[in-house]
Antibody, heavy 116, light 108 residues
Framework: QVQLQESGPGLEKPSETLSLTCAVS?????????WGWIRQPPGKGLEWIGS???????YHNPSLKSRVTMSVDTSKNQFSLKLSSVTAADTAVYYC?????????WGQGTMVTVSS | EIVMTQSPATLSVSPGERATLSCRAS??????LAWYQQKPGQAPRLLIY???TRATGIPARFSGSGSGTEFTLTISSLQSEDFAVYYC??????????FGQGTKVEIK
């Protein structure tokens, strides 16, 4: 059974860089699939942030204007997200996901609040 | 970017009744359409992919249909655990693989 678990600070200051990690168990990242991040502001819908293929190819939502950096660590079976220059608009629950177009496995989500 | 529009925004249904949720794409997405269920405080859960294929462990009362630009999720007989928000997502044009805004199914 594939399990994903997000970790990272729950509070970031404006203009700082948000950093999250997703630990994967039950499946080896290097075996395939895309690994991504989706966020959900309080009371709102779902927004795809970006994804990384196990070989390192990355894709991100153009709306985030290159603030996104993603990486994968196959030795630790985890992948990471960095979102720079955060503002209050980046306050959301952040989910890590496995996908092949559709998202078949989700982490439980981690709330990140951007506030001074 | 393909825009996904779900209707209605809120659906009030009595337990045991049928619920029909709609999702429309601004251009054809073929059958590359998924449905998710999200309960309060939980992550979304994949219900349907390929427009009509149930994901592992999803009860048979959930069914999906459609292709091109018009899709439907039907819950044949609503159970108490089915009251939730449902999202459609197209992955024909990925990235970004856009989501609809969601339909909330509430108890009538």
């Amino acid at each position: 059974q594939v399990q994903l678990q997000e970790s990272g600070p729950g509070l970031e200051k404006p203009s700082e860089t948000l950093s999250l990690t997703c630990a994967v168990s039950g499946y080896s990242i290097s075996s395939g699939y895309y690994w991504g991040w989706i966020r959900q502001p309080p009371g709102k819908g779902l927004e795809w942030i970006g994804s990384i293929f196990h070989r390192g190819n990355t894709y991100h939502n153009p709306s985030l204007k290159s603030r996104v950096t993603m990486s994968v660590d196959t030795s630790k079976n985890q992948f990471s997200l960095k979102l720079s220059s955060v503002t209050a608009a980046d306050t959301a629950v952040y989910y890590c996901v496995r996908h092949v177009g559709y998202y078949d496995n989700w982490g439980q989500g981690t709330m990140v609040t951007v506030s001074s | 970017e393909i825009v996904m529009t779900q209707s209605p925004a809120t659906l009030s249904v009595s337990p045991g009744e049928r619920a029909t949720l709609s999702c429309r794409a601004s251009q054809s997405v073929s059958s590359n359409l998924a449905w998710y269920q999200q309960k309060p405080g939980q992550a979304p859960r994949l219900l349907i992919y390929g427009a009509s294929t149930r994901a592992t462990g999803i009860p048979a009362r959930f069914s999906g249909s459609g292709s091109g630009t018009e899709f439907t999720l039907t819950i044949s007989s609503l159970q108490s655990e089915d009251f939730a928000v449902y999202y459609c997502q197209q992955y024909n044009d990925w990235p970004p693989g856009t989501f609809g805004q969601g339909t909330k199914v509430e108890i009538k």
